[in-house]
């Protein structure tokens, strides 16, 4: 079993900056791609940022700039810091872990539990 546990969010005024972070734990061999994902309010979810295990970023459009995603492999933790925050950025944002299994070394997707970020004007 695999538990991602998300801290950070909350209310900011536009122009501020939040930081949140995801770490996940349990029968883990290794942490392969992250991802934070975000959800609007009577929106789909959308990618926010992805980052690989050596590295390699990819933002969305909106994010591009703006967030920074990054990680930390020794604590199988992703961290998204956001900068200059618009209220349009307001949703619940959610990690997205993909985690090699020491049991067959398979690959399994998780998701956080979701944290609320509102972002007022």
């Known amino acids: 079993q695999v538990q991602l546990v998300e801290s950070g969010g909350g209310l900011v005024q536009a122009g501020g900056s939040l930081s949140l972070s995801c770490a996940a734990s349990?029968?883990?061999?290794?942490?392969?791609?992250m991802a934070w994902y975000r959800q609007a309010p009577g929106k789909q979810r959308e990618l926010v940022a992805t980052?690989?295990?050596?590295?390699?970023?990819n933002y969305a459009d909106s994010a591009k700039g703006r967030f920074t995603i990054s990680r930390d492999n020794d604590k199988n933790t992703v961290y998204l810091q956001m900068n200059r925050l618009k209220p349009e950025d307001t949703g619940v944002y959610y990690c997205?872990?993909?985690?090699?299994?020491?049991?067959?070394?398979?690959?399994?997707?998780?998701w956080g539990q979701g944290t609320q970020v509102t972002v007022s004007s």
């Open positions: 997205n872990v993909n985690i090699r299994s020491p049991v067959r070394s398979r690959d399994y997707n998780y």
């Open positions: 349990g029968s883990i061999l290794s942490a392969n791609a």
């Open positions: 980052i690989t295990r050596g590295g390699n970023t």
